[in-house]
């Protein structure tokens, strides 16, 4: 079947990696290709297999987490395949953890605990780029662990025109596409445009890495 989302499951603990296989399954979009007990384990997965998404446990013997997603980010990937996008699981809410993971490249972070049908959400919502996940809750991570003293402002920032920077920083705040067009009074497909030349204005990968760059340089 196409069209699938391709999924890879990293755990220390095979009673939850079962129970999020079992939940993923039941989805008619969404396919399993593969699990992982730490790290190390995850990166050979990962490579072997080609996922679109990797839900990635960050405390895990061995490699955790975070080291696993640096190196998997950095990897060089093949011609037609895209870099898998990262999803951070975590225990803890306001995790340093997953403001570093997130800093590193991840596309965000849940919680363990999520309800299924916000975990399901999540998924397809990095798959397609558009939002970032759990935006109130990364947006306070970064007021509480970004550094102090804020970088300088990027010459690039300076490219963005007016109508760019009202909706970078409305992005920044966790918005999504929706909420920025009703509160612009534009269309959602306007704004996805928008989005899309901030981001290559600014060399940033997707929404993520737009909250990392308001923060890191003052503009949250």
Do not use: C, W
């Not at 939850?16 to 008619?28: V, W």
């Not at 995850?42 to 679109?52: K, T």
């Not at 600014?202 to 990392?212: A, G, P, S």
């Amino acid at each position: 079947m196409s069209g699938l989302i391709r999924v890879v499951i990293v755990d220390d603990q095979a009673l939850f990696r079962a129970g999020i296989r079992m939940l993923l399954d039941s989805q008619a979009d969404l396919e399993v290709v593969g699990e992982a007990a730490d790290g190390r384990q995850a990166l050979d997965v990962v490579r072997a297999s080609g996922p679109d998404v990797v839900l990635m446990d960050i405390r895990m013997p061995g490699m955790d987490g975070l080291a696993a997603t640096a190196e998997l980010l950095q990897d060089d990937v093949p011609d037609g395949r895209a870099r898998p996008r990262v999803v951070m699981l975590t225990t803890f809410d306001l995790d340093e953890a997953a403001a570093r993971a997130i800093r590193q490249g991840a596309s965000g972070f849940l919680l363990k605990d999520a309800d299924p049908e916000f975990l399901l959400a999540a998924i397809r919502t990095v798959h397609s780029g558009s939002a970032v996940i759990a935006a109130s809750a990364t947006r306070e991570l970064f007021a509480r662990f970004t550094d102090a003293a804020p970088q300088p402002i990027p010459a690039a920032y300076g490219s963005l025109t007016d109508r760019e920077k009202e909706i970078f920083a409305l992005a920044a705040r966790g918005l999504s596409n929706a909420e920025i067009a009703g509160r612009e009074y534009l269309s959602e497909a306007t704004v996805k445009t928008h989005i899309s030349r901030i981001l290559t204005k600014l060399r940033l990968r997707d929404r993520v890495q737009l909250v990392v760059f308001a923060f890191e340089h003052g503009l949250a």
